[in-house]
């Protein structure tokens, strides 16, 4: 069996426009007095992934700033079209030995613990998994995708907020974005990722329904509550504080 090497693809190159931010990147902002990509940047070099790229554009410079001195590939988005389009950057500068990598946002990723991206990671390697992801349980998914599954718990869907009915609004169950894709798995669909008639971009999530439609390998890991908040607003950093802190 192939030796497996694991990589990471953290995308950071998001404008944030209600961070109202104009020369510098929101995942530079600090988080318990670290940038939040920090949170992220250290989790995984202690779990010794192999290669850590991320995937830069708005107040680049910022994140460079941030990073300078650590073991990171960069890679540059220059149109913002997305987060498919966004992994696909990163993939075009991902060492070739790399086998399967795990994909997180900058700004949303400094919850996760070593527990949880190792509990993904063996789930993905034991089943040689074309794709595996986290799933978490809320108490408002609000705005969130929502897991749908069948009878035998098998995932038949991923539905976002504004396509789901009034059933599947009530699912607790939602995605966070953590992936773990294999590299091949990769390299044959994202380029089949469709451009949204409305924004124009390409999601990630798409992935996630061509490896349905194409009977791909998909597995999930579902880590119950955790603490996790995406940050789009100073309100919502403010938040994720009180949280990292545990403060009410």
Same mark, same amino acid.
């Given at each position: 069996?192939?030796?497996? =090497? ?18 510098? =990147? ?6 318990? /007095?670290?940038?939040?990509? &920090?949170?992220? *940047? ?7 992934? %192999? ?20 073991? *990171?590939? $960069?890679?540059?988005?220059?149109? #913002? ?12 500068? &991902? ?11 900058? /700004? ?31 108490? =408002?998914? $609000? %705005? ?18 504004? /396509? ?21 798995? &990769? ?49 919502? &950093? ?6 990292? #802190?545990?403060?009410?």
């Amino acid at each position: 069996m192939q030796k497996r =090497n694991l990589g990471a693809i953290i995308l950071a190159a998001g404008k944030g426009k209600r961070m109202k931010s104009k020369d510098a =990147n929101k995942v530079t902002l600090p988080l318990a /007095d670290k940038p939040l990509i &920090l949170h992220a *940047i250290h989790l995984l070099e202690k779990i010794h992934f %192999g290669a850590i790229v991320v995937v830069i554009g708005f107040a680049k410079e910022s994140v460079k700033k941030v990073l300078h001195g650590s073991q *990171i590939i $960069f890679a540059e988005q220059n149109k #913002r079209l997305g987060t498919g389009h966004a992994v696909k950057c990163g993939l075009a500068k &991902l060492p070739s030995d790399i086998t399967d990598v795990l994909v997180i946002q900058g /700004d949303d990723s400094h919850f996760y613990n070593e527990e949880t991206i190792q509990k993904l990671a063996n789930a993905h390697l034991s089943v040689d998994a074309s794709l595996t992801f986290l799933t978490i349980e809320v108490g =408002n998914p $609000f %705005g969130l995708g929502r897991i749908v599954r069948d009878k035998s718990d098998k995932v038949i869907d991923i539905v976002e907020e504004k /396509d789901a009915t009034e059933e599947q609004k009530m699912i607790k169950e939602v995605n966070p974005a953590c992936y773990l894709f294999s590299v091949k798995f &990769l390299k044959k669909y994202i380029t089949h990722i469709p451009k949204s008639p409305v924004t124009g971009e390409y999601y990630l999530t798409s992935l996630i329904h061509i490896a349905i439609k194409h009977q791909e390998k998909i597995e999930t890991v579902n880590a119950g509550v955790m603490p996790w908040r995406g940050v789009n607003t100073r309100e919502e &950093l403010e938040e994720a504080e009180r949280m990292y #802190r545990g403060l009410p």
